[in-house]
């Protein structure tokens, strides 16, 4: 790489000094003289960068800020430090449901500009101690605030990692699946806690109830060319028949008690759902007597269901 060093410019002699902008554009001035041109910013070497990093910062301080020169040197530290964001991207990059990789860097950059808005040569530290950090931070803050299908508070986003990390420990530790309560003792928590994260953490993705599925539970097409079937066509409901199954095994043993007459009337009126008058005429009772036989026979039932 080539530095060209510019002079120093002589109001009465020699035109100001030019530098270009990260734009294209120049930008002119004494306030500038002295600083290196730098051409491509981001095609820099790590060595280079980091020694015209200290350059530019030390001109940065003794500018206005909000000066077409000050917005000149700090684009060029912004450029300079991309692979600064390049470095600090790579771990999160490919993650599932997480978003594009150019996204990321996107995000990154916002972070190297808060680092670079509150760097102090001063106190005598690397930039990229102060800015890897903050690049880190404001990617993992986008993953926190924009990636989950379902919002969660902060404190079940960060207990899902550790669950996540705490599966795997125990998991190679002891060729199993950890319990919740192998979680809770490995992490210092309740079981009731592990248990709301592990709930917590299933809404971090979600999945369209539309959506074909395949034999081995992914989405796909069906073999033998029969139309998948949707997710929502694979999910059970609760049967209302289920909630009668206890009564009836509970009431069999009672309705075998009974007399023939009670009996034929229960059958005539729940089974065939014959009026009281139609079942007077069958069994030959009146009306009144068919209800109040049914009235008798029921009271009796329900005391001895509710007894047992």
Known sequence: ?????????????????????????????????????????RELSTCDARQLTRVFFERLRSLEEGTREYQYVRGTLIEMNISLVNFAAR?????????????????????????????????????????????????????????????????????????????????SETDHAPTPAELAAHLGLTEDEVREGLVAANGYSTQSLDAPQSESGGAGGAAGGQPARSLADTVGDVDPALEAVEDRQALAPLLAGLDERSTRILELRFGQEMTQAEIGEEVGLSQMHVSRLLARTLETLREEMLHD
């Not at 080539?2 to 002119?28: F, L, Q, R």
């Not at 040569?121 to 993953?143: M, S």
């Open 91 to 171: 771990p999160f990059r490919d993650r599932p449901g997480g978003p594009e990789n150019e996204d990321i860097v996107q995000v990154g950059i916002i972070g190297l500009i808060k680092a670079i808005d509150r760097y102090d040569p001063d106190r005598n530290i690397q930039f990229t101690t102060l800015a890897v950090p903050y690049i880190t931070g404001e990617i993992k803050r986008h993953f926190r605030d924009t990636t989950w299908a379902v919002r969660v508070p902060r404190r079940l986003q960060e207990q899902r990692l550790l669950l996540a990390k705490a599966t795997e420990e125990l998991t």
């Open 1 to 41: 790489m080539t530095i060209t060093a510019t002079t120093e410019a002589t109001p009465s002699t020699t035109p100001p000094t030019t530098a270009a902008a990260p734009d294209g554009g120049a930008v002119a001035g004494p306030a500038l003289s002295g600083l290196p041109e730098v051409p491509c910013p």
